[in-house]
């Protein structure tokens, strides 16, 4: 009966662990990260929607990479295009564009370390293989 007990107090224990390491709180830097990519997926859904409004092909591409310096200036560009307002879809997107641009800029700025600024990277970016199916 002992080894029993021993052995539910562990798994109490472990499941327990997991549970408050759910729950600790995102860092800045686990925050940036998933919203820029929660933003690039958004944008590639937008433009190959069925619904797909003729400005929304003219939108400035929009691959995030946090670790790229030029993300701020891809950033301010994709918010500040003058096209597209009348697209729920678009608007949307650009505020959250405008909460990652203030969340890297001010919250963030000191805990973001970019790692390169190479602008043509966010314009061509290199796209990991796809496995085959």
Excluded: G, W
């Excluded at 590639?44 to 701020?72: F, G, W």
């Excluded at 000191?110 to 796209?127: G, M």
């Amino acid at each position: 009966k002992l080894p029993t007990m021993k052995m539910l107090l562990s798994l109490i224990a472990l499941l327990s662990a997991a549970l408050l390491s759910r729950a600790a709180p995102p860092t800045c830097y686990s925050r940036v990260l998933s919203l820029s990519k929660e933003i690039t997926e958004s944008f590639k859904e937008l433009q190959t929607s069925k619904a797909v409004d003729s400005c929304v092909e003219m939108l400035p591409r929009l691959y995030l990479d946090i670790h790229n310096y030029c993300v701020l200036a891809k950033l301010r560009n994709f918010v500040a295009y003058p096209r597209c307002e009348r697209v729920l879809e678009v608007s949307e997107l650009k505020e959250k564009a405008r909460s990652l641009y203030t969340i890297l800029i001010s919250y963030c700025r000191r805990d973001l370390v970019f790692l390169t600024d190479d602008c043509n990277a966010l314009e061509n970016p290199i796209l990991p293989p796809v496995e085959p199916s």
